[in-house]
């Protein structure tokens, strides 16, 4: 089974400022790579798919990138709305679609 | 508007059975392969299930719920199930319902299980 990390664990960051998150796989997954958010009392919410694809209705504030064992999320100009958890879920070897351990984005 | 709306978690005792919906609403239900995952508390998301598009006749387990949990459709009622036996402490959790698989295009909001005496 794939294993899939992520850091940091908690990113501080203030209103206005990008965040960079960091996802890593065991062995390869190639860009079968999907970021979601989840926020407190909300639906988890699809993000990016295919590495670096944006989901239906996700802004351009969202990019990912990488490919292999090596994934990125950048969160441009954080709003209030953004301060969320944030997780990778690799799907090339499928089943299961591992998921990481998650990074909080918190306001600093 | 596209939805998903998960129902039938509870309090319910070790080795007792429940039953999750889920419900859509504004999908096409039938052409869409479904999932569910769970968040156990302060722990982050494990996949549990998936069920194929149609009839449904591919599913797909996670280890840990293998032999105790069933995830099957009801196209008729745009009605996802997941039927929980024997369950374990290690069960709670919140259940969320997804569509498609392995990607999660669309969740619910989750339903509570817990399992305890």
């Known amino acids: 089974e794939i294993v899939m990390t992520q850091s940091p664990a908690t990113l501080s960051v203030s209103p206005g400022e990008r965040a960079t998150l960091s996802c890593r796989a065991s062995q390869s997954v190639g860009s079968n790579l999907a970021w979601y958010q989840l926020r407190p009392g909300q639906a988890p919410r699809l993000l990016i798919y295919g590495a670096s694809t944006r989901a239906t209705g996700i802004p351009a504030k969202f990019s990912g990138s990488g490919s292999g064992t090596e994934f990125t999320l950048t969160i441009s100009s954080l709003q209030s709305g953004d301060f969320a958890v944030y997780y990778c879920q690799q799907y090339n070897n499928w089943p299961p679609g591992t998921f990481g351990p998650g990074t909080k984005v918190e306001v600093k | 508007e596209e939805q998903l709306l998960e129902s039938g978690g509870g309090l319910v005792q070790p080795g007792g059975s429940l039953r999750l919906s889920c419900a859509a609403s504004?999908?096409?239900?039938?052409?869409?392969?479904m999932s569910w995952v769970r968040q156990a508390p302060g722990k982050g998301l494990e996949w549990v299930s998936a069920?194929?598009?149609?009839?449904?006749?591919?599913?797909y387990y996670a280890d840990s719920v293998r032999g105790r949990f069933t995830i099957s459709r009801d196209n008729s009622k745009d009605t996802l199930y997941l039927q929980m036996n024997s369950l374990r402490a290690e069960d709670t959790a919140i259940y969320y319902c997804g569509r498609d698989s392995p990607i999660l295009v669309l969740w619910g909001q989750g339903t509570l299980v817990t399992v305890s005496s």
């Open positions: 504004g999908i096409s239900f039938s052409r869409h392969a």
């Open positions: 069920i194929s598009d149609g009839s449904g006749d591919s599913t």
